[in-house]
C-alpha cells in the first residue's frame, strides 16, 4: 500500500503555510542581495518547494494523482506552454520569454507547488487560518500607512537602506491618493492587489466564523477584509468582495447537503432577489464609477478599442507577454508609462483566445470538483471550506478584470492547487493515502487524494 509518512504531510503543509505568509506579509520589492540573484523569503521557499519536490521525483520517476487533479495540471501546463509558444512566435521573443518566465515561477508554480504539498488533511484548514490571520497584519499596516500619509514602500525606504530597483522604486513611490482620500497597499505593489487580497481572503473568512471553530479569528478577518477592500480606494476591490461573498452562499446550495447553512442559503435566494436591483445600481456605480474613477472607465474602453484590430489579426495566439502595453496601452501621465487595466484583455492580446479558454476550463473544473464533495465523506476538508477556496478563487478572477497587475493572480494558483489536491483527502489507519489505495478500503466513497505523491 502506497502510505504517506504523517511526518512528511505535516511538513509540506507547514511549507506551503509559510509560502501562503511570506506571499501575504513580506513585500515582494524587499530582496536580499546575493550573488547572482535577489531573493526574498516568498522567493526563497517557491524554489526550495520546487528543489524539494523535484529530489522526492528523482528518487522514484513515478507521479501519483487522482484522475481530475491530473486533468487540472494539464490545463495548467498547456496553459504555460502556450503561452511560451505565442512568445516565442511573437513580436519580441526575448522579453516576453523573460516575462513568462518569471511570472511561471513567482506565479504560476504556486498551484503546482500546491497540488504537490497539499496532501495533509490538516492543510486546507491551515491555508485558511493562515490566510485570516495574514488580513489582521496587513489591516496593521494599512493602518500605519494611513496614520502617516505615506506607502509602506516610502515609510521603509525612508527608513532602512534599502536596496530596490530604480524602475521598481518610482512606482512604489507614486502619490497613493484618489479624489483627496488615501489609498493603502499594505504589503503589495498597488491598493488594488491589496483590495483584491482582501476580497479573495473575505469567503474563509467567513467559513472560518460560522463553520470554521474559530469565530473570533473569523469575524476579526471579516472586518479586517471589508476595512481593506474600501481603504484600498478600490472599485474592483469591492465587486469583488460582493461576487465572492455571493459565490460562497451559493456554492453552499450545492456542496452543504445537510445543516443550517444550506438552510441559509436558500433562505437568502428570495432575500437576495429583492435586493437585486438596488445592489445592481451599487454595482454599476462602483463599476462606472465617478470623478477620476468614472476616467478609468473610459480610458478601458479606449484600451478595448486599440486592442480590437490586433486581436481580429490574431485572435487564437497572440503577440507574445507583454506586448499588449504596446498594443492596446494608454499612457497615463501620472505614472509615465503605459498602462492596461484588464487581465484578461492583456492575456488575449499576449497570448490568444486559446490560453483564455484554458484558464476556462480549469474554474469549470474546479467548480465541478467544488460542488462533488459530500460532507459525510470528507469530514477533513469540509464542503464549506471548499466552497469557500472556490469562492476566493472567483473574487480574485472578477477582481481582475479591473486590473493588470499578476500579484493578486499567485493567491488564486495556491487556493486552486490546494482545492484539487485536498477537496477529498482521507485518512486510512491514521496515515494520508492517495486514491488508488483508498480504493482498496472498504470504507472509500468519493474520488480520493488528489495531490501529488513522488515518493515511494
Not at 90 to 114: C, E, K, M, T
Not at 143 to 155: D, H, M, Q, T, V
Not at 299 to 306: A, E, G, L, M
Not at 333 to 355: A, C, F, K, M, N
Request: charged share 15%.
Amino acid at each position: 500500500m502506497h502510505l504517506i509518512s504523517p511526518k512528511r504531510a505535516n511538513f509540506d503543509s507547514l511549507l506551503l503555510v509559510g509560502i501562503a505568509l511570506s506571499y501575504m506579509l513580506w513585500p515582494k520589492y524587499l530582496n536580499f542581495s546575493l550573488p547572482g540573484a535577489r531573493l526574498n523569503p516568498f522567493y526563497f521557499l517557491v524554489l526550495a518547494s520546487l528543489a524539494i519536490w523535484s529530489f522526492r521525483f528523482m528518487l522514484t520517476w513515478r507521479v501519483r494523482a487522482s484522475r481530475m487533479t491530473g486533468w487540472a495540471i494539464g490545463l495548467m501546463a498547456a496553459y504555460w506552454l502556450l503561452r511560451y509558444t505565442s512568445d516565442i512566435a511573437g513580436q519580441s521573443p526575448d522579453a516576453s520569454v523573460n516575462a513568462s518566465r518569471s511570472a511561471l515561477l513567482y506565479g504560476g508554480s504556486v498551484f503546482f507547488i500546491s497540488v504537490a504539498l497539499a496532501g495533509s488533511e490538516k492543510a486546507p484548514r491551515r491555508i485558511a487560518l493562515a490566510l485570516c490571520a495574514s488580513v489582521l497584519v496587513l489591516m496593521l499596516f494599512a493602518l500605519i500607512e494611513r496614520l502617516n500619509g505615506l506607502s509602506l514602500a516610502s515609510i521603509l525606504t525612508s527608513t532602512l537602506p534599502l536596496d530596490i530597483e530604480d524602475s521598481i522604486l518610482r512606482g512604489l513611490l507614486l502619490d497613493k491618493t484618489r479624489g483627496g482620500e488615501f489609498r493603502s497597499a499594505a504589503s503589495f505593489t498597488h491598493p488594488i492587489v491589496y483590495g483584491i487580497i482582501c476580497a479573495g481572503v473575505l469567503p474563509l473568512a467567513l467559513w472560518t466564523c460560522l463553520s470554521g471553530g474559530r469565530k473570533l479569528l473569523g469575524s476579526f478577518a471579516i472586518l479586517a477584509c471589508l476595512v481593506g477592500a474600501v481603504w484600498s480606494g478600490s472599485r474592483s476591490a469591492q465587486v469583488a468582495a460582493i461576487a465572492g461573498v455571493l459565490s460562497y452562499f451559493g456554492m453552499l446550495t450545492f456542496v452543504d447537503r445537510k445543516g443550517w447553512l444550506r438552510i441559509a442559503a436558500l433562505v437568502s435566494v428570495p432575500i437576495g432577489i429583492s435586493a437585486a436591483f438596488p445592489l445592481l445600481d451599487y454595482i454599476n456605480g462602483l463599476v462606472v464609477g465617478t470623478g477620476e474613477t468614472a476616467s478609468s472607465t473610459r480610458i478601458r474602453d479606449v484600451q478595448w478599442q486599440n486592442a480590437w484590430p490586433w486581436i481580429e489579426q490574431n485572435p487564437f495566439v497572440g503577440y507574445g507577454t507583454g506586448r499588449s502595453v504596446q498594443l492596446a496601452g494608454v499612457f497615463s501621465p501620472r505614472t509615465e508609462s503605459w498602462t492596461v487595466d484588464d487581465t484578461y484583455l492583456s492575456l488575449w492580446v499576449d497570448s490568444g483566445l486559446i490560453s483564455l479558454a484554458l484558464l476556462g476550463l480549469l474554474m469549470v473544473l474546479a467548480f465541478i470538483r467544488t460542488i462533488s464533495v459530500e460532507t459525510r465523506t470528507t469530514e477533513k476538508f469540509p464542503a464549506g471550506l471548499a466552497a469557500s477556496f472556490f469562492s476566493a478563487v472567483v473574487a480574485v478572477s472578477v477582481g481582475q478584470k479591473i486590473v493588470s497587475i499578476p500579484e493578486a493572480l499567485t493567491l488564486a494558483y495556491l487556493l486552486l492547487g490546494v482545492l484539487f489536491a485536498s477537496i477529498s483527502v482521507r485518512t486510512y489507519m491514521g496515515q494520508v493515502v492517495s486514491e488508488g489505495d483508498l480504493s482498496q478500503s472498504p470504507s472509500h466513497r468519493g474520488w480520493g487524494a488528489g495531490y501529488i505523491s513522488a515518493m515511494p
